[in-house]
């Protein structure tokens, strides 16, 4: 036998049929969508939406314990807050003590003692984008000239898994972040991760990107420190909406706003800790899945009134000064966009609760 | 189509490019059909977690074999099935369907028996060349070896699965295009 007719006795014998992709009905496009569902690096499909912001809404506010503790002094009056009529309970508002400290509320301050956030105590470094600080997850970006570094908490039980995937990345090496044990991954020389081992029920995973060297990561690295809530919370700068801003926060965004029946307002104030940008996706997040939850409810209801009145509800969208506003800093008013225009359009908008975020 | 961020809308595009390839590539290599799925499922699952990392072009394909030669190492060492991914796609290989006779003749199966008795890596050589019609340069970048090794064992391999095949077949050219599937004869 030539090489050549071995090769073909070789082909023949290929188990793999090309019709099994016809028998699948459907199974490759749901696995697909089963993947983007689970936490990347760039965290769900709703997050990853809204961080395409990265460029427009890096905030500038030097970090600072003392400079965001006056901010807060001066945040929100209680007018505002007590405008919207239908803000949180107040035990959930953080309140200003007669030393001027902020208390924030149990709830926050339990989540927080299960699974301190890190700060860098090295000069010159910047908070960027802050989103979906809840419980157990979240993202922050630090920024120093050329040299980022991202903060994901994840949930512990997350642990095994992405530890396993970082071991095709490189041979871990022990690493400490203020005594925190983990392992560092080298991804290429100036993109370093460092996981460490869950602490509470969640991990954190830091991420370099930018121009760095060695020293220089090794140098800040060593100046992470684990900081308590309240700590943490007063060192976001102004722009980034905290428990204490989010119901102010939402009324602005809400103003020009309509609200679907039965809309529960109380989840502004769970939103966790995000940038504006963010902030704004969540809570139209909110109002968008409201509202066509509604309408699927008046569809099968036969009820053509309230069809045409979540209809036009989401239609309006593309008024809303939020979304415009929002529109030059990433995709996510688009992505509101196409699903209202097919709610408009009395078509299926199929995959929205993926978009707009409402499993949340 | 929503729009989504670039990274998103790669993605979906890389997936789109790769999963039959992957699929084909997990079926060649898996026992049950239905384990496929948990190889495909880790593969794109990594590759996920991993898109910053995913080379340009053609070289997104070699880096999933890669990733799947990898994965497909750690379940055949038994581990963890993911269990909520990929249930639908495990589901629907499972499925009982008409047998293509043609897999099965005697021939084909003694083919695949002798690939089996080759080494791991001469045999993953062979069906990475032919099976998956990768050129020695491509085959090398997917075992992370150099493509003159590449070539030294596919010259191997094919010497030693002549060797093993011997006088098993029939004559080339003619056994591998019978008509496996029963025809009926005409008149009756």
Same mark, same amino acid.
């Given at each position: ?267 502004? $104030? !769970?939103?966790?800790?995000? /940038?504006?940008? #963010?902030?704004?996706? %969540?809570?139209?997040?909110?109002? =968008?899945?409201? *509202? ?17 009145? $979540? !209809?036009?509800?989401?239609? /309006?969208?593309? #008024?809303?000064?939020? %979304?415009?506003?929002?529109?030059? =800093?990433?995709? *996510? ?28 | ?188």
């Amino acid at each position: 036998m030539t090489d050549e007719q071995l090769d073909r006795v070789i082909r023949n014998a290929d188990p793999y049929r090309a019709e099994v992709i016809g028998q699948l009905d459907g199974a490759g496009q749901t696995l697909l969508e089963e993947i983007m569902s689970e936490p990347s690096t760039r965290r769900p499909l709703m997050r990853r939406l809204v961080t395409a912001v990265a460029a427009a809404a890096v905030l500038t506010t030097a970090l600072g314990v003392t400079a965001v503790l006056r901010n807060h002094q001066s945040a929100p009056s209680s007018d505002a807050s007590g405008s919207s009529g239908a803000s949180a309970s107040p035990s959930e508002e953080p309140q200003v003590s007669a030393s001027g400290a902020i208390r924030y509320s149990a709830m926050v301050l339990q989540a927080a003692e299960k699974n301190p956030r890190l700060l860098i105590k090295e000069s010159g470094w910047k908070v960027g984008n802050v989103y979906d600080f809840v419980e157990r997850e979240g993202s922050i970006e630090f920024h120093n000239g050329d040299r980022r570094l991202e903060m994901n908490w994840y949930r512990a039980e997350y642990y095994d898994s992405y530890y396993k995937d970082r071991l095709d990345v490189s041979k871990p090496k022990p690493a400490t972040v203020d005594g925190l044990p983990g392992f560092l991954f080298t991804y290429s020389y100036g993109d370093w991760a460092i996981q460490l081992k869950p602490n509470g029920d969640s991990f954190v995973e830091l991420r370099s990107s930018g121009t760095w060297t060695q020293a220089q990561f090794d140098r800040t690295v060593s100046t992470i420190k684990q900081v308590d809530v309240q700590t943490w919370l007063a060192a976001m700068p102004p722009e980034v909406v905290t428990a204490d801003r989010a119901d102010a926060a939402a009324d602005k965004i809400l103003a020009d706003v309509p609200l679907p029946p039965n809309f529960d307002r109380a989840k502004v $104030a !769970a939103l966790g800790t995000n /940038s504006p940008y #963010h902030f704004g996706a %969540l809570v139209t997040g909110l109002v =968008g899945c409201g *509202w066509i939850a509604e309408w699927e409810r008046a569809r099968k209801a036969g009820d053509q009134a309230a069809v045409r009145k $979540a !209809a036009d509800a989401m239609k /309006s969208s593309h #008024h809303w000064k939020v %979304l415009n506003d929002m529109n030059d =800093g990433g995709d *996510w008013p688009e992505a509101f966009w196409e699903v209202s225009d097919k709610i408009a359009a009395g078509k299926d908008p199929v995959g929205y609760q993926d978009w707009l975020g409402c499993s949340r | 189509m929503i729009s989504a961020t670039a990274p998103e809308d790669r993605f979906r595009l890389i997936y789109a490019g790769n999963f039959e390839h992957l699929l084909a590539y997990a079926l060649r290599r898996v026992d049950q059909p239905a384990d496929a799925a948990d190889v495909v499922a880790e593969t794109f699952l990594v590759a996920w977690r991993r898109h910053r990392e995913i080379p340009e072009g053609g070289e997104a394909r070699l880096w999933l074999y890669g990733v799947a030669r990898r994965v497909l190492s750690n379940h055949i060492r038994g581990g963890v099935r993911r269990e909520r991914l990929g249930v639908r796609l495990r589901q629907r290989l499972a499925a009982p369907t008409a047998p293509d006779p043609g897999s099965e003749v005697p021939d084909r199966l003694t083919v695949r028996a002798a690939m089996a008795r080759l080494g791991d890596l001469d045999r993953e050589v062979l069906m990475l060349t032919i099976w998956e019609g990768l050129e020695p340069r491509e085959a090398a970048a997917v075992l992370e070896v150099s493509p003159a090794v590449v070539r030294t064992r596919l010259s191997r391999a094919r010497a030693r699965l002549r060797e093993l095949l011997g006088d098993d077949l029939g004559p080339p050219g003619h056994v591998f295009d019978v008509l496996a599937a029963p025809v009926p004869e005409e008149g009756r």
